[in-house]
């Protein structure tokens, strides 16, 4: 039955006071892994008893693994590769493969570190959605999450321009972009647009990214232009992890604020953890496409999107996507989806590659996406909102 406009503009407002620090992490469902099973936390965070089923930010790993199946499988792996230089990416100066010191790691990280903002002209600031992204080219390239990319396709559901999404970046955040959608894989949106309307949905990660284009500044002013005065930037790596490395996590966990604190003091976070285990979705000679993380500050809600370094030099090697339960943010593990596996996804799909997408006109490339794919990818959620 369809819910009438009225009502279903309320509900998004509700939609986004339970999902106010989404970076909506996804729970990890606990998968046949290599004939093992992921162990199941001992302690479980409490799932609200009024959360509307649109929400994808509190579940629990428990309520997953006994009730819901996995869409895919995840084969853990063992095998590691030697570190490739990283990724040149359009327009970007000449990396440096330099070691960073730890001041000089945070320094650069945060400084290409993004909140996404969406606010409903219902919920205004009391009900904010937030999560993280990562710049990753001088022109203005943001990689996030799927599942957090997804809210800019509803910018005018249900009535014209009632979803308002910006781009903050510094500490506290401050609104200083807009940005549009650059790519959203059709594929993340086929095996989880339903899961929009159901409580407790989970993911293994598989697909969960994004890129947006910041287009234009929240006062109207000029946007920085590359090479010398563009955007801050973290280069790419599709360099594989290996266990017990050393990582950089740098996000803008929310869980624990409310709605005015989001829009006023929301702080950038950022701490060194260590690479636990690594997966792949393929179950048949599977690459590096998931690694978890050692649980620590930024294991809450809105750190999705938020950025993986490699210490040695500073490259991004993976995007928060998911976390584990636990009863303090050091209980919970995080799962981060590789830059390899984001390549990966965009060759199998037509799009031949991350340096491939961000070459050549990538405004042309965002208004081709946005006229000819993103309806299609907005219908997908608003039929199951409006059953």
Known sequence: MNILHALTATLLSVLLSITMTVGAFFATTIPQIA?????????????????????QDIKTLTEASSTKQSDTKIVKISNTLPIKPPLKTPGSAPISS???????????TRAALVNILCTTRAGGSFNPLSGSGILITGNGV???????????????????GNTDCVV?????AEPLYRASLLYLPSEWMETNAKKIATEGATSTGENDYAFLLIT????????????????????????QPAPKDAA???????????????????????VYSTVQELFGFQETNPSVDLFSLAGSVVSQ????????????????????????????????????????HIDRSLKASGHGGIIPLLS?????????FNTNIAPSLTKKLVDVLDK
């Open 248 to 270: 950089f996590i740098a996000a803008y966990p929310a869980q624990y604020l409310g709605g005015i604190e989001i829009q006023k003091n929301l702080y950038a976070s950022s």
């Open 360 to 368: 050549g006109d990538v405004g042309q490339k965002v208004l081709d």
């Open 168 to 172: 903050r970046m510094g500490s506290p």
């Open 35 to 55: 004939h093992q099973t992921l162990p199941t936390p001992t302690t479980t965070r409490k799932t609200p008893t009024d959360i509307f089923p649109f929400a």
């Open 98 to 108: 330099q070691t960073k010191t730890p001041n000089q790691l945070n320094t650069l």
């Open 142 to 160: 943001i990689l996030t999450n799927a599942h957090v990319a997804e809210y800019l396709l509803l910018r005018d559901y249900p009535t014209p």
């Open 216 to 239: 234009s500044t929240t006062n109207g002013g000029p946007l920085p232009t590359p090479p010398a005065g563009g955007f801050p930037f973290v280069p790419i790596t599709t360099d």
């Open 301 to 340: 809600t809105g750190s999705s999107g938020g950025a993986v370094a490699r210490p040695q030099d500073g490259t991004l090697e993976g995007i928060v996507a998911t976390e584990g339960e636990g009863a303090t943010t050091a209980d919970r593990t995080l799962y981060a989806i590789t830059l390899g």
